[in-house]
């Protein structure tokens, strides 16, 4: 494999890529981090990290190179965190509508989720997994963006269109979703038809996402505004902030995931396209 090239550029992706994804299969399925103390699967995103640092320095590339550009960080951020704040207040005030007219009224609460070995889902309100939540969802969106995004796009994109390299991106962020919903199979806690239909729309679903990702990413050309608005879905809107019944936890979570990115999704292809009408 010969990065330095500018031709083979999908293929050289793929193995990177594959090589992260059989680190990540490895913690998911045998190490099982997010089922400890822990309660996130952070190795193979510092193991992406240091890759991705090493790819670079074969490559004589910057992280600025793949996007992380100090100008307008804070400003960028600012951006991603209220695209996320904008389209998640849609989709929660429509959850909480929803739970109304099925009898069920709701509340917030502010917690991270943990696991126990008795298999129950325990709620955590120290400061100390909150900070451990946050730094590992860091870590997280900083190797997705950074690979997914920064590198991918720009890699690709010596060799193919703009279009080409954001989509193909895209899939591999899709297929890179699959590990849990397999895992789900393997233990028991799905059929092979529900695994199917979960798989082809978490894979749509985080396509999708990426697509979105990756247009932030071109028109801005820094991943700021991708990773802030991709940090606040899974750090605030999945795992600390929480909608509470009397029946349980984040029942219709699903619905608030897909409300929240399907509309922010629609927003950035319009602006994105009328952006491209002006030019």
Same mark, same amino acid.
């Given at each position: 494999?010969?990065?330095? &090239?500018?031709? *083979? &550029?999908?293929? *050289?992706?793929?193995?990177?890529?594959? +090589?992260?994804? $059989?680190?990540?299969?490895?913690?998911?399925?045998? +190490?099982?981090?997010?089922?400890?103390?822990?309660?996130?699967?952070?190795?193979?995103?510092?193991?992406?990290?240091?890759l991705l640092y090493a790819v670079l320095k074969i490559?004589?590339?910057?992280?600025?190179?793949?996007?992380?550009?100090?100008?307008?960080?804070?400003?960028?951020?600012?951006? %991603?965190?209220?695209?996320?704040?904008?389209?998640?207040?849609?989709?929660?005030? &429509?959850?909480?509508?929803?739970?109304?007219?099925?009898?069920?009224?709701?509340?917030?609460?502010?917690?991270?989720?943990?696991?126990?070995?008795?298999?129950?889902?325990?709620?955590?309100?120290?400061?100390?997994?909150?900070?451990?939540?946050?730094?590992?969802n860091i870590i997280n969106v900083w190797m997705e963006?950074?690979?997914?995004? %920064?590198?991918?796009?720009?890699?690709?994109?010596?060799?193919?269109?703009? *279009? &080409?390299?954001?989509?193909?991106?895209?899939l591999l962020f899709g297929l890179w979703h699959l590990?849990?919903?397999?895992?789900?199979?393997?233990?028991?806690?799905?059929?092979?038809?529900? /695994?199917?239909?979960?798989? +082809?729309?978490?894979?749509?679903?985080?396509?999708?996402?990426?697509?979105?990702? $990756?247009?932030?990413?071109?028109?801005?050309?820094?991943?700021?505004?991708?990773?802030?608005?991709? /940090?606040? *879905?899974?750090?605030?809107?999945?795992?600390?902030?929480?909608?509470?019944?009397?029946?349980?936890?984040?029942?219709?979570?699903? +619905?608030?995931?897909?409300?929240?990115?399907?509309?922010?999704?629609?927003?950035?292809?319009?602006?994105?396209?009328?952006?491209?009408?002006?030019?």
């Amino acid at each position: 494999m010969n990065l330095q &090239t500018e031709r *083979n &550029t999908v293929r *050289n992706s793929i193995i990177i890529f594959l +090589i992260c994804l $059989g680190v990540h299969i490895f913690e998911v399925l045998f +190490i099982r981090t997010d089922e400890t103390f822990f309660a996130e699967c952070f190795i193979n995103k510092a193991f992406g990290i240091i890759l991705l640092y090493a790819v670079l320095k074969i490559l004589k590339w910057h992280w600025s190179d793949i996007g992380f550009i100090r100008q307008k960080l804070f400003f960028n951020a600012f951006k %991603g965190f209220g695209l996320c704040v904008v389209f998640y207040s849609i989709a929660f005030i &429509t959850e909480f509508v929803v739970l109304a007219a099925r009898g069920t009224p709701a509340h917030m609460e502010f917690f991270v989720t943990g696991f126990s070995l008795t298999g129950s889902t325990v709620k955590h309100t120290g400061i100390g997994f909150i900070l451990m939540c946050i730094g590992f969802n860091i870590i997280n969106v900083w190797m997705e963006e950074g690979l997914f995004r %920064g590198f991918f796009i720009t890699y690709i994109g010596r060799e193919h269109s703009k *279009n &080409t390299a954001l989509y193909i991106a895209a899939l591999l962020f899709g297929l890179w979703h699959l590990v849990t919903p397999f895992r789900s199979l393997l233990d028991g806690e799905m059929n092979v038809g529900l /695994f199917v239909a979960m798989s +082809i729309g978490y894979v749509i679903l985080s396509a999708l996402m990426g697509v979105k990702w $990756g247009l932030l990413y071109q028109l801005s050309g820094t991943v700021w505004i991708g990773l802030a608005d991709h /940090f606040f *879905n899974n750090c605030i809107v999945t795992n600390l902030l929480h909608v509470v019944t009397s029946g349980g936890v984040d029942e219709l979570q699903i +619905i608030r995931v897909l409300i929240g990115e399907l509309t922010s999704f629609i927003a950035v292809v319009i602006y994105a396209k009328v952006k491209a009408l002006k030019q």
